[in-house]
Nanobody, 122 residues
Framework: QVRLVESGGGLVQAGGSLRLSCAAS????????MRWYRQGPGKERELVAT???????NYADFVKGRFTISRDNGKNTVYLQMNSLKPEDTAVYYC????????????????WGQGTQVTVSS
């Protein structure tokens, strides 16, 4: 069983910063891609940023230049540094990861965290 636990959400004023963390634990042989998604009030869940095991990153246009995704492979943890926050960034932020659970089993499984609320006041 693999568990993803996010932390770091909260209430911040527009223009402020927050740093989200997501730690993976459990039966983990390796993690390839790790991602952050978000779901705002009344909106569909959307991809925010992706980072590969090698550190290649990709961002949604609406966060480019403001958010930075990073990871610590030794700690099975992914981070999202969010700067210049806007009210429209208000959402529940979810961690997502592709995990290989066994040296023998080549297949990867996709896991989600429970989400952490980020609220940006104007």
């Amino acid at each position: 069983q693999v568990r993803l636990v996010e932390s770091g959400g909260g209430l911040v004023q527009a223009g402020g910063s927050l740093r989200l963390s997501c730690a993976a634990s459990g039966s983990i042989f390796g993690i390839s891609a790790m991602r952050w998604y978000r779901q705002g009030p009344g909106k569909e869940r959307e991809l925010v940023a992706t980072i590969t095991a090698g550190g290649t990153t990709n961002y949604a246009d609406f966060v480019k230049g403001r958010f930075t995704i990073s990871r610590d492979n030794g700690k099975n943890t992914v981070y999202l540094q969010m700067n210049s926050l806007k009210p429209e960034d208000t959402a529940v932020y979810y961690c997502n990861a592709d995990v290989r659970i066994s040296m023998v089993l080549m297949k990867e499984f996709n896991y989600w965290g429970q989400g952490t609320q980020v609220t940006v006041s104007s």
